[in-house]
Each structure stands twice: as C-alpha cells, then as structure tokens.
C-alpha cells in the first residue's frame, strides 16, 4: 500500500473497500499518542472534479473550511473515460485545532477517488463512501456538463448541488443552463457568487430599515453595478428585480455593459452591469430611489479590506458606514443551509432571463 | 401590504437584524461595559447583525468627552473582543455612532441630557425613537436610574415615539422583599413585556443545546421521567475564588449568586414539559410552571436538604490560595459561604420522587458547569457479580462548559472469551462538528432585546418563584449557627456534608467528577 504525503497529512492509498478501515484506523492512532479522535457526523461534501491538479485544488479548499469542514469529504477526480478503467482511492483523517482553547478538534475525513470508469458508474463508485443517512452536497468545480449523464447521475444522489458561477467557462449561457437545473425539483442548488453577495444584498438592504427611506424601495428606479464576475452583476440585478416585482422589457449589451430596461411598480427602471477589474465580485452597486424630496441613492463600494455604504437622501446628512464582506470562504456558508433557498432561485431566474436576453 | 415593510427582507434566508434603535448603557464606563457589553457591540457590527440606524450612549460619572469615550473603548474593545485584532475601518464606523454623557444617576439633569443627546441622534441617525435602556449598574444605584428614567419621559411607560426596553443585570434583588419591591419600581416605570433581565447563561450556546437536545429529538422524551430517571445532577463549580468582589460576595453568597438564577434556570429547562411552540411565552411558561412545582423547603427540612460550605485554604490549579476569610474586603469571622449543595424535589407528574441535587462552590478543583441525568440501574442483569464489576447505570451528562458537549454511559462488553461487561463514556463533543467561533452569550442577548425576543430572558414570576424558593433557606441560615466554617480546603469538592446529602437515601448515589 502506497502512501501520498499532503503537508501536515499522510494519505494512504487503499481499495474503496479499504477506505472505511483505513479511516478507522487513523481515527484511532491519531497523532504522536494523543487521544483518539471522535467523529460528529454531519453531513458529507462530494467535490467533482476532472483532474488530478483540479484535485489538489480541492483538498486546500476542504483544508481552508477548518472548523466548518463536512464529515466526510469525498474529492471525486473524473477523468475521460477510457478502455482501461480503473479506480484509485486514498484516505485520511484531518482535524482542526480550535484557535482559542487549542483543545477540541473538529476532525473531518478525506477520501480522494481518481477514476475513468463510464460516467453511468459513478454513483456506484461514490456511493459506498458516503456516510449513510447523511446529506449529501456536491460542489461542481467549473461548468458541470448539465447535458450529459455524469451530471444527471451524481445529481441523482446529491441533495444540494453548489457550483460557482464566477468558474463558468461561458458565464452567460452557462448561467442559463444552471438556471434550468435549478427549476428542476431536485437537488437544490446554489452558487458560490450568490454567498459573496451576502454582504452587498444586507448592506443594500438595511437603509430600507429606516428613516428616510423606509417605505421607498419599490420606488427605485434604477440600478448600477460594476462587476468583476459578470454572473455577480447578474445575481445582484437579478436579486433587486425580483425583490421589486420588475418585469424586464428589454436588454442589450453594449461594449462592456448590459444595459436593460424593465417595468415596475414606479413606472420603470433601468439597469446597468459594467464590467470592470478588481479583487472582490463587484467593486460597486448603485441603488437610485425617487423620494418626495429627489433621488436618494444607496452606493456600496468595494475597498480592500471593507465595503463601503453611502447613503444620500435629500435633506438628510450624508450617511457613511463600513463593513465587513462576506466571509472568504463562499463554500462554507453554503454547506450550512439545507434545502432550496426561494430567493436565490428567483434571483437566478431574473438573471438568467436578464442574460438571454442580452443575446450572450 | 405593509407599505413600510422591506422588500429586500421577504423571504430572505439571512440573519435575523434588529430594527434601528439607540442604546443607552447607564454604567457605561464600567467594568461590564469594557468586557461584555461594548465588544459584544463590536462584534455584531463587525458581522453586519446591526441596523445602520443605531448608536450608544455610555452614561457614567467618570468625566470623558465623546472622543475620550471612544479611545477608552476602542481599548476595551483591543483587549476584551473576540474578533481581534480589531478591524480599523469597522471601529471606525462603529465609533462614529459612540456618544457619552457625564452624569450621576441620582441627578436630574443627567436624564435631560440624555434626552437631548437621543433626539439629536434619532435626527441624526435615524434611530426611529427607539431606545434602549441597559443598567450596567450596581444594584443600590437601579432604581434611581429606573425613576430618573421614567420621571424625564426619556422612556417608560410614557414615552410614545417608539419602542422602549430596559435591560436589568442580575442579582435581581437581594431577597424576596426587595425583588419585589424593585419589581414593584421598575414595573411603575416600564411594562414587563419591555424588562429584559439579562442571565447571560441562557445565552450560551451550550445552554441552548438543552432545548435542543430535549425537543429535537424523540428518544429521550420516553425516559425523560420519574419511571427511568434515577435523579438529575446540576453543577456550577468555579476553580477561581470571589476576585476582588469580597465587597459583593459578603452581601450575596453562592445561593444568590448561582443557585437562585442559573442553577435553578438550569434545573427548569431540564425539567419543563415540551412546549407546544417556541414562542417566547409558551417556552417562559413552561419554566415557570417548573419553579411552581418545586418543593418549598423551610425550618429543620432546610437544614437536611441543604448544605453550605466555605473554603479554607488548599491549593488550586497548582498554586496555593488563601481562604475566604483571607481575601480582600472579607470580615475575618465571615459566615458567608462559598458552597452550597441542596437536594430539591419537583411535585408533578413526571418528576415525583425524583431528587433535583443542585450545587456550586468556589474554588473547586475545576471549572465546569454541567447537568447530570442519572437513570435507573436495569432491572435485572443477568451476568455474574464478577462479570458485572465496573458496569453503573447509565447517565446522560450535558457539559455546558468548558469543552460542550453530552457524555452518554452506557455498559458494553470487555473484548475478551468472558463476558465482562463495564461502563464506558459515549463522548460528543460540539467542537468536533460544529466548532466555530460562537458567539458570546451577550451578543446574543443584545440583539435579542433589540429584536424584542425575551425567549432566554426571565420573566418575572420566575425570578419571584426562584425568590419564593430560596427565600426560606436564607430565613433559615439567619435564624440559626452556621456550620464550622471553613469546612472544605480549597482544591476540594466541597464539604463532606454535600457527599452525606446526595448518598442518604441511596448508597450508591455520588456527584459525578467533572
């Protein structure tokens, strides 16, 4: 049996029928005589990946969730299938020392599985190293070839499917193709984009909390968004259409900017996506309000370590405030919701619909 | 359709936030203020948990300017938070809505300026008139801070202009006379819906968990009872002594310090019957009629089911610590006692015949805090006496602190060609699955007040129950000699007296070692 080293780690190589002997194992001889580590089983993480790199990618994702890594994570390398087939596997126990206290572990187990079997027998590869009766989520790095049959079957046993848009390898149609899927019953899904969102759609939201602009958020009438990721523009409009029963009217992209136009409660609105460069999803989101007094705007701007919100209304002071982003890690917020989030499917319709319609 | 409500809000699956509202801590440049209630602040500005619309208003005697106020905290905030280091342009942000007011709460003229500082910053900030009221106080200083209130119409009963709630630190009264009496002041100025008496255990995580533990799943709800429920362990130890608080610790003493909030809090959500939603007023129910189902206990019978202690010098965490009377602001003949163990009984159905056995103490051997559910031996076990040596019935442990988590005992067989069977411990620990950077109990709490949820808050029929309950032990202990004291050395657990008390009617029942 052939040993892998990750730093820190030992992977050892064993059969998947192995696997679960190998985790016990470990479990129990946990590190330089220390007391055996006890699994709190809570749901497992099925990364799909298609190659080996791609996998080790995966493995420092896992690493980077600490405290908030699934039980069992299974890091799935697919490659093409091939006249030879074969499954190779490796597995090893990880814990995270909690910074504060250095006493208690939250152990997670890693099993990477590198194969080129037909997709139709994934399932049957994945499934035994599942932990039973436990959910499942499957993160699809890049675009998860929707069409085809590995998709359809590993979705078959997934209950949340978390993909990343910001990967996609044709942002727009893939959007809307991920879309589709999630109209589908199941699984549920989610985005990795719509997480990083977390912050801008909270700091958009709580002026509207109240005074002076509580009550006037169905008067908007427009909205600006610069975006790193175009599907994070997309999400972001795609969101406030939704949360503002706006009927989109038309759309065209331009250069660099979608712009669409769409009816609303006010009478109309207008929005505008430029593309642009920057360190996080968006660098800025504009939100234009007509009040009894003028335009009231609500402005988020991305700064390196912050984001900014400005809110300006007429006859009120300029109000400023600062705030943390969403947290760095998307995938571990999403991995602590279970079932559909309602919001972000309505947000993805909108934005979808919003992406047709610019002719991507 | 409520034209004011958010549209950005429906359905979102986010965090709940508070609506806007101003804070005014009276005590606000206190020791709570620096530890708890100003990072605790921080903290939920830091994870976006407060409104845009919100700012605080430290009230004290100490002579600060807003900006001496807010270096002072930033400080507080650098030391105590546990986001550290502190995030530069956050602070910032969170400071700008940081205000102070030198003042005494026995002067009139405080209040007026309070009242004028809150209408500048509803101007301002769009607080919406909502107000705050948080006495970081001590407890001779409550009610002139709660009439100073109610007289100015900054708050109260008479101020119409928004919500207004204040929030009471424990100890809430010293005795049944006065709780009641400070019932009797706060309520003249505040409708109880808006008191929010803050135990900052029921806002830890672990605390929660009970209810969890209990509603969440159906497999204890059939053993939850007097029928397998030999009886329930409740344990508050503290390795540390009384921490330069010898001035509050003469006055107050275990019982009142622990027993008559936490540890009776405690036993209610061990003991309540599974309410029927999670509405703040069925679970408050529920737990009310617990304490109205403990047994009262008076004259002699307080001196068989309750035992108090106080340590002697000894040694703890392996270094040596005077005794009680030794400490700082202690009068050297103190009958103060450091340790209490009481046996209690609840009359209801579930429970009948089956002993509550509560205890806390100072300077323990370690610190943990933890319920024990001791179940009844099997009925019959048909292994031979050799076989069965080292098997105890089994026992449901719910650690609330330090490492969090449940212990179940169970028997299982001794690997070998006999059959031995002994008890071992079925650990969980929280951490090893949900470890996370939780968040302190009063982050929680303050944003439960500002959401207007007293779910973990106790209402005051409680807080007078608990009273009704501790009150005839105190009228015991003050009409009779108290026990040689010291009776423990420190670094122990506690008089042997507390070991008689829990063994007398069985033998073989012993506290369980944290």
């Given at each position: 049996?052939?040993?892998?080293?990750?730093?820190?780690?030992?992977?050892?190589?064993?059969?998947?029928?192995?696997?679960?002997?190998?985790?016990?194992?470990?479990?129990?001889?946990?590190?330089?005589?220390?007391?055996?580590?006890?699994?709190?089983?809570?749901?497992?993480?099925?990364?799909?990946?298609?190659?080996?790199?791609?996998?080790?990618?995966?493995?420092?994702?896992?690493?980077?969730?600490?405290?908030?890594?699934?039980?069992?994570?299974?890091?799935?390398?697919?490659?093409?299938?091939?006249?030879?087939?074969?499954?190779?596997?490796?597995?090893?126990?990880?814990?995270?020392?909690?910074?504060?206290?250095?006493?208690?572990?939250?152990?997670?187990?890693?099993?990477?599985?590198?194969?080129?079997?037909?997709?139709?027998?994934?399932?049957?590869?994945?499934?035994?190293?599942?932990?039973?009766?436990?959910?499942?989520?499957?993160?699809?790095?890049?675009?998860?070839?929707?069409?085809?049959?590995?998709?359809?079957?590993?979705?078959?046993?997934?209950?949340?499917?978390?993909?990343?848009?910001?990967?996609?390898?044709?942002?727009?149609?893939?959007?809307?193709?991920?879309?589709?899927?999630?109209?589908?019953?199941?699984?549920?899904?989610?985005?990795?984009?719509?997480?990083?969102?977390?912050?801008?759609?909270?700091?958009?939201?709580?002026?509207?909390?109240?005074?002076?602009?509580?009550?006037?958020?169905?008067?908007?009438?427009?909205?600006?968004?610069?975006?790193?990721?175009?599907?994070?523009?997309?999400?972001?409009?795609?969101?406030?259409?939704?949360?503002?029963?706006?009927?989109?009217?038309?759309?065209?992209?331009?250069?660099?900017?979608?712009?669409?136009?769409?009816?609303?409660?006010?009478?109309?609105?207008?929005?505008?996506?430029?593309?642009?460069?920057?360190?996080?999803?968006?660098?800025?989101?504009?939100?234009?309000?007509?009040?009894?007094?003028?335009?009231?705007?609500?402005?988020?701007?991305?700064?390196?370590?912050?984001?900014?919100?400005?809110?300006?209304?007429?006859?009120?002071?300029?109000?400023?405030?600062?705030?943390?982003?969403?947290?760095?890690?998307?995938?571990?917020?999403?991995?602590?919701?279970?079932?559909?989030?309602?919001?972000?499917?309505?947000?993805?319709?909108?934005?979808?619909?919003?992406?047709?319609?610019?002719?991507? | 359709?409520?034209?004011?409500?958010?549209?950005?809000?429906?359905?979102?699956?986010?965090?709940?936030?508070?609506?806007?509202?101003?804070?005014?801590?009276?005590?606000?440049?206190?020791?709570?203020?620096?530890?708890?209630?100003?990072?605790?602040?921080?903290?939920?500005?830091?994870?976006?948990?407060?409104?845009?619309?919100?700012?605080?208003?430290?009230?004290?005697?100490?002579?600060?300017?807003?900006?001496?106020?807010?270096?002072?905290?930033?400080?507080?905030?650098?030391?105590?938070?546990?986001?550290?280091?502190?995030?530069?342009?956050?602070?910032?942000?969170?400071?700008?809505?940081?205000?102070?007011?030198?003042?005494?709460?026995?002067?009139?003229?405080?209040?007026?300026?309070?009242?004028?500082?809150?209408?500048?910053?509803?101007?301002?900030?769009?607080?919406?008139?909502?107000?705050?009221?948080?006495?970081?106080?001590?407890?001779?200083?409550?009610?002139?801070?709660?009439?100073?209130i109610g007289?100015?119409g900054?708050g109260g009963r008479g101020y119409d202009?928004?919500?207004s709630?204040?929030?009471?630190?424990?100890?809430?009264?010293?005795?049944?006379?006065?709780?009641?009496?400070?019932?009797?002041?706060v309520t003249e100025v505040f409708p109880?819906r808006d008191?929010?008496?803050?135990?900052?255990?029921?806002?830890?995580?672990?605390?929660?968990?009970?209810?969890?533990?209990?509603?969440?799943?159906?497999?204890?709800?059939?053993?939850?009872?007097?029928?397998?429920?030999?009886?329930?362990?409740?344990?508050?130890?503290?390795?540390?002594?009384?921490?330069?608080?010898?001035?509050?610790?003469?006055?107050?003493?275990?019982?009142?310090?622990?027993?008559?909030?936490?540890?009776?809090?405690?036993?209610?959500?061990?003991?309540?019957?599974?309410?029927?939603?999670?509405?703040?007023?069925?679970?408050?129910?529920?737990?009310?009629?617990?304490?109205?189902?403990?047994?009262?206990?008076?004259?002699?019978?307080?001196?068989?089911?309750?035992?108090?202690?106080?340590?002697?010098?000894?040694?703890?965490?392996?270094?040596?610590?005077?005794?009680?009377?030794?400490?700082?602001?202690?009068?050297?003949?103190?009958?103060?006692?450091?340790?209490?163990?009481?046996?209690?009984?609840?009359?209801?159905?579930?429970?009948?015949?089956?002993?509550?056995?509560?205890?806390?103490?100072?300077?323990?051997?370690?610190?943990?805090?933890?319920?024990?559910?001791?179940?009844?031996?099997?009925?019959?076990?048909?292994?031979?006496?050799?076989?069965?040596?080292?098997?105890?019935?089994?026992?449901?442990?719910?650690?609330?602190?330090?490492?969090?988590?449940?212990?179940?005992?169970?028997?299982?067989?001794?690997?070998?060609?006999?059959?031995?069977?002994?008890?071992?411990?079925?650990?969980?620990?929280?951490?090893?699955?949900?470890?996370?950077?939780?968040?302190?109990?009063?982050?929680?709490?303050?944003?439960?007040?500002?959401?207007?949820?007293?779910?973990?808050?106790?209402?005051?029929?409680?807080?007078?129950?608990?009273?009704?309950?501790?009150?005839?032990?105190?009228?015991?202990?003050?009409?009779?000699?108290?026990?040689?004291?010291?009776?423990?050395?420190?670094?122990?657990?506690?008089?042997?007296?507390?070991?008689?008390?829990?063994?007398?009617?069985?033998?073989?029942?012993?506290?369980?070692?944290?």
């Amino acid at each position: 049996m052939s040993t892998v080293h990750a730093p820190g780690w030992a992977f050892e190589e064993a059969a998947p029928p192995k696997v679960e002997e190998v985790l016990a194992r470990q479990r129990h001889d946990q590190e330089n005589g220390h007391a055996p580590l006890m699994r709190a089983s809570v749901n497992n993480l099925v990364m799909v990946t298609q190659s080996r790199t791609a996998g080790q990618r995966a493995l420092l994702t896992i690493e980077s969730l600490g405290a908030r890594a699934p039980s069992r994570c299974v890091v799935l390398i697919a490659e093409p299938p091939s006249e030879r087939q074969r499954v190779r596997s490796w597995a090893r126990v990880a814990h995270h020392r909690h910074s504060d206290t250095g006493a208690t572990d939250v152990v997670w187990e890693e099993v990477v599985v590198q194969t080129n079997v037909d997709p139709r027998h994934l399932p049957a590869v994945v499934l035994p190293l599942l932990l039973p009766e436990l959910p499942v989520f499957t993160y699809w790095e890049g675009t998860p070839p929707f069409a085809d049959e590995v998709f359809q079957e590993l979705a078959s046993v997934t209950d949340r499917l978390i993909v990343d848009t910001a990967t996609f390898g044709d942002p727009l149609a893939d959007l809307n193709r991920f879309d589709a899927a999630a109209r589908s019953r199941q699984p549920a899904a989610s985005d990795c984009v719509w997480s990083r969102l977390t912050a801008w759609r909270e700091l958009l939201s709580d002026p509207f909390n109240g005074p002076p602009l509580r009550g006037t958020a169905r008067r908007a009438r427009r909205l600006y968004v610069e975006a790193v990721d175009p599907t994070a523009g997309l999400e972001l409009a795609g969101w406030v259409a939704s949360r503002l029963d706006w009927r989109l009217r038309e759309a065209r992209a331009v250069d660099d900017q979608y712009l669409a136009s769409y009816d609303s409660p006010a009478g109309g609105a207008e929005v505008r996506i430029t593309s642009t460069l920057g360190s996080a999803s968006l660098t800025r989101a504009e939100l234009g309000v007509e009040t009894d007094g003028g335009e009231a705007t609500v402005r988020i701007e991305a700064t390196p370590t912050s984001l900014v919100t400005t809110v300006r209304a007429p006859g009120f002071p300029t109000a400023r405030r600062f705030g943390m982003g969403s947290e760095s890690n998307p995938l571990a917020a999403e991995l602590e919701i279970f079932g559909r989030d309602r919001v972000f499917e309505a947000a993805l319709r909108s934005a979808s619909e919003l992406a047709d319609a610019t002719g991507a | 359709m409520d034209v004011d409500a958010n549209p950005f809000k429906v359905a979102e699956r986010s965090r709940a936030t508070s609506p806007p509202n101003a804070m005014v801590v009276f005590g606000g440049s206190g020791d709570l203020a620096h530890r708890k209630i100003i990072p605790a602040l921080y903290s939920l500005e830091l994870n976006r948990l407060l409104p845009q619309h919100f700012a605080v208003v430290g009230v004290s005697r100490s002579p600060y300017s807003h900006e001496e106020y807010r270096a002072d905290m930033r400080k507080a905030v650098e030391q105590f938070s546990r986001t550290r280091p502190i995030q530069e342009q956050v602070w910032e942000s969170f400071a700008s809505h940081l205000f102070y007011i030198t003042g005494s709460t026995d002067e009139a003229e405080t209040y007026d300026k309070v009242g004028d500082l809150l209408e500048r910053i509803e101007h301002e900030y769009g607080t919406d008139g909502n107000r705050l009221f948080y006495m970081s106080l001590i407890p001779t200083l409550f009610p002139g801070a709660i009439q100073g209130i109610g007289k100015s119409g900054i708050g109260g009963r008479g101020y119409d202009r928004g919500w207004s709630r204040v929030v009471v630190e424990k100890p809430f009264g010293h005795d049944l006379e006065s709780a009641r009496q400070l019932q009797a002041l706060v309520t003249e100025v505040f409708p109880e819906r808006d008191v929010f008496r803050i135990d900052h255990y029921l806002g830890k995580e672990s605390v929660q968990n009970i209810i969890a533990l209990r509603f969440a799943n159906g497999i204890f709800e059939p053993v939850w009872n007097h029928h397998y429920v030999d009886h329930v362990q409740v344990t508050v130890a503290e390795s540390i002594g009384i921490e330069h608080r010898g001035n509050f610790y003469e006055t107050a003493g275990a019982i009142r310090d622990i027993i008559q909030n936490h540890a009776l809090q405690l036993l209610a959500l061990i003991a309540m019957e599974p309410p029927a939603t999670f509405e703040p007023e069925e679970v408050r129910n529920e737990k009310v009629k617990v304490l109205k189902a403990l047994r009262r206990m008076a004259g002699e019978v307080v001196d068989r089911n309750v035992v108090r202690g106080q340590y002697g010098s000894g040694w703890v965490d392996g270094q040596p610590v005077p005794a009680y009377r030794e400490e700082p602001d202690v009068a050297p003949d103190s009958v103060v006692e450091t340790y209490v163990a009481a046996e209690f009984l609840v009359d209801n159905w579930r429970w009948a015949g089956t002993p509550f056995f509560l205890r806390t103490g100072k300077r323990l051997p370690k610190r943990a805090t933890e319920v024990v559910v001791q179940f009844k031996a099997a009925p019959h076990l048909p292994f031979g006496e050799a076989a069965k040596e080292g098997l105890e019935p089994n026992a449901l442990v719910l650690r609330i602190q330090p490492n969090e988590g449940i212990t179940l005992k169970l028997g299982a067989k001794v690997p070998g060609p006999s059959m031995q069977v002994r008890s071992v411990n079925m650990d969980f620990s929280y951490g090893t699955s949900f470890a996370d950077d939780l968040p302190d109990a009063y982050e929680r709490l303050l944003l439960d007040v500002m959401i207007g949820d007293p779910t973990l808050f106790p209402r005051w029929d409680s807080v007078e129950e608990a009273w009704q309950i501790i009150q005839p032990v105190l009228d015991r202990w003050s009409s009779t000699p108290p026990p040689e004291f010291p009776n423990y050395e420190a670094g122990e657990w506690g008089p042997k007296a507390a070991d008689e008390l829990i063994s007398r009617h069985r033998h073989d029942r012993r506290w369980r070692r944290p």
